[in-house]
């Protein structure tokens, strides 16, 4: 019988960190703990949505990751553009 991965929202927080180019030894707490809880709220919506609800087929589900992956690089590019822009 195979073994169930281990869920762990602190490895994948800080992975998305990580992936982010966000230091978190920089961010004030409280940036830093309302960014968890958005994060593990967007988790929760993305289970939900497409683990629990979802009517696609196995082999598309399985390519979200790379999109969602694409998308969360080019969001955080897009913003940290912004806020260097902003505070030239």
């Given at each position: 019988m195979a073994t169930k991965p281990e869920f762990n929202i602190q490895s994948w927080f800080d992975?998305?960190?990580?992936?982010?180019?966000?230091?978190?030894s920089k961010i004030n707490p409280v940036q830093l703990s309302e960014m968890k809880k958005a994060f593990v709220a967007g988790i929760s919506s993305f289970h939900v949505d497409l683990i629990a609800e979802s009517k696609l087929p196995e082999d598309e589900i399985v390519m979200w990751p790379s999109i969602i992956d694409e998308q969360l690089r080019n969001f955080w590019n897009a913003e940290v553009e912004g806020y260097n822009e902003k505070n030239k």
């Open positions: 992975h998305y960190l990580k992936l982010s180019n966000v230091d978190k």
